[in-house]
């Protein structure tokens, strides 16, 4: 497997000597065949600002490239991938950095060269058609949107949601104006974390969030104008309290309960799911009375320590979202965790030992593998250091498996309703 380098063109071409590597927390590695799989489609190559190639060389030894091995001049970059929905990054690109500015805020993945084509250091771990990109941003969407605000003039909420579906093509927008699946509704212009890898609120010192994030507080009949419309007509249709243009929806829960109780008076169909930090206990309460169907908690580590670093929650512990899940849990809410997975970190023996009696303790139904967008340094410099290695991504899935069999692991969320009324009904 050949490394792979960018001139300053963007031009992308494999190494003639050295063979890719890849990165797990601060160690180098070659990548090996049976850890990668041919580039998705809806993949993405793009070049490491700043970062210079790393590979070995017919010795095993770790080399840094410097310059253009082909003209023997000319700057080079690291080659990475961004990959599509559906699919778990298994090993961050290998490259050396002397700027001090963080990364953008993006999944880069170890990308390598074989005679066939690019291989990617990932593994597919859900079923990604509907998140397929060749389904969203068509030509129709324009004027989809144009016609679901001229049924709801004046509405704030789809106003909103407009542009994020045309300026930051973000999928669960424009899932409400093409009338189908997860339909993402922010209503929290607050939060209650300061989340490191946080897309919609970043301190100047940092890296720029990659989008802005709503500055209003809509009214419940907004909500409910958005949600039942969704609901009632949409295809398999999920609504999503919780979005990555927005803070902590719990700490609306009056509001949204009041928005949920209304929209189920107005249809039974589909599901109604919260993306949380779980922090907020009394407000997840709240609205698992009022009728939640399923919830995702936001989760990077079991242990405490960890957990504080990344999230940096304000009035709020771990104990408080094992609180929540079971709170969720005792009422049959299908609950998640978003799992947010670094390599080099979330395969770490004891990270994998908590997270497991975590889930058993809390009955946790399904984890949702989340790559973490964040730059690596940045991310590993503000957590507590260990001494110990991950064991890999690959094997950290396959041992969540064999430990918790009961427990679903994929990466998406699916339309369902409260487990009680299944069994009632026999949906399944």
Not at 43 to 59: C, K, W, Y
Not at 126 to 142: A, G, I, N, V
Request: proline share 7%; net charge positive.
């Amino acid at each position: 497997m050949r490394l792979l380098l960018a001139n300053e063109k963007g031009e992308v071409y494999e190494h003639p000597v050295l063979q890719a590597a890849g990165r797990t927390g601060d160690s180098i590695v070659p990548l090996s065949e049976e850890e990668l799989i041919p580039l998705p489609p809806g993949a993405t190559l793009v070049l490491v600002p700043q970062g210079r190639p790393l590979g070995f060389d017919r010795r095993g030894k770790l080399q840094e490239v410097v310059r253009d091995p082909y003209r023997g001049w000319g700057k080079v970059y690291a080659v990475a991938a961004l990959l599509p929905q559906g699919f778990t990054r298994l090993y961050l690109p290998a490259y050396a950095r002397r700027e001090a500015q963080p990364l953008p805020l993006f999944g880069f993945t170890a990308v390598a060269w074989r005679e066939d084509g690019f291989y990617v250091a990932a593994r597919r771990t859900d079923d990604p058609e509907r998140w397929d990109p060749c389904y969203y941003s068509t030509p129709q969407l324009p004027r989809l949107i144009e016609r679901r605000r001229q049924e709801m003039p004046g509405n704030r909420l789809l106003k909103h949601l407009a542009r994020c579906a045309l300026e930051y093509n973000c999928f669960t927008a424009q899932n409400i104006f093409y009338r189908r699946w997860e339909g993402g509704i922010p209503s929290s212009p607050v939060c209650n974390a300061g989340c490191l890898g946080c897309i919609s609120f970043q301190p100047a010192e940092c890296c720029p969030a990659p989008q802005s994030r709503i500055d209003f507080l809509p009214t419940w009949e907004e909500i409910v104008e958005v949600g039942w419309k969704h609901l009632s007509e949409g295809e398999e249709a999920i609504i999503s309290f919780g979005q990555g243009c927005e803070g902590e929806p719990a700490l609306q829960a009056p509001l949204l309960a009041t928005a949920i109780k209304e929209i189920r008076k107005r249809t039974s169909a589909g599901t109604i799911n919260i993306n949380t930090n779980g922090g907020h206990t009394a407000g997840i309460a709240a609205l698992v009375d009022a009728g939640l169907d399923t919830m995702r908690v936001s989760f990077i580590s079991a242990r405490e320590e960890v957990f504080r670093a990344y999230f940096c929650p304000r009035n709020y512990s771990l104990q408080d979202v094992k609180a929540s899940i079971r709170e969720a849990r005792k009422a049959g809410v299908y609950v998640s965790l978003n799992l947010l997975t670094m390599p080099g970190l979330t395969d770490r023996p004891k990270e994998i030992r908590a997270l497991v009696e975590f889930i058993r303790e809390t009955g946790v139904n399904m984890v949702q593998l989340r790559n973490l967008n964040i730059d690596p340094d940045y991310l590993f410099s503000r957590l507590p250091r260990a001494q110990e290695k991950g064991i890999g991504v690959g094997a950290m899935v396959d041992l969540l498996q064999r430990e918790l069999p009961e427990v679903k692991i994929g990466n998406f969320s699916r339309p369902r309703g409260r487990e009680k009324k299944k069994l009632k009904e026999g949906w399944y």
